[in-house]
């Protein structure tokens, strides 16, 4: 069983930049695939960016170039630094936490990109 808590959400004018954190309880975190999902209002969730064991990483082109994954094995962190935001990243963003068969949630944090 693994526990997964986001924190760093928040409300952030176009252009600037927001650090989501998810922290891993339970098991052994360094063996799970991490990612970041995101849902808007009236739209499906959408894979944001992942990170394999080896530490590979995946991104959504829409994000490519402004948004970084990483993870800290030692600490059971994964995070989301967010550059450049726009309106269209206004959603909640959830972390994912993958080991076949397993698959983890967190709550989810919400992130509003206004004026």
């Known amino acids: 069983q693994v526990r997964l808590v986001e924190s760093g959400g928040g409300l952030v004018q176009p252009g600037g930049s927001l650090r989501l954190s998810c922290a891993a309880s339970g098991s052994i975190f360094s063996s799970f695939a991490m990612g970041w999902y995101r849902q808007a209002p009236g739209k499906q969730r959408e894979l944001v960016a992942s990170?394999?064991?080896?530490?590979?990483?995946n991104y959504a082109d829409s994000v490519k170039g402004r948004f970084t994954i990483s993870r800290d094995n030692a600490k059971n962190t994964v995070d989301l630094q967010m550059n450049s935001l726009k309106p269209e990243d206004t959603a909640v963003y959830y972390c994912?936490?993958?080991?076949?068969?397993?698959?983890?949630w967190g709550q989810g944090t919400q992130v509003i990109v206004s004026t």
């Open positions: 994912n936490a993958y080991r076949v068969p397993s698959d983890y």
């Open positions: 990170i394999n064991r080896s530490g590979l990483t």
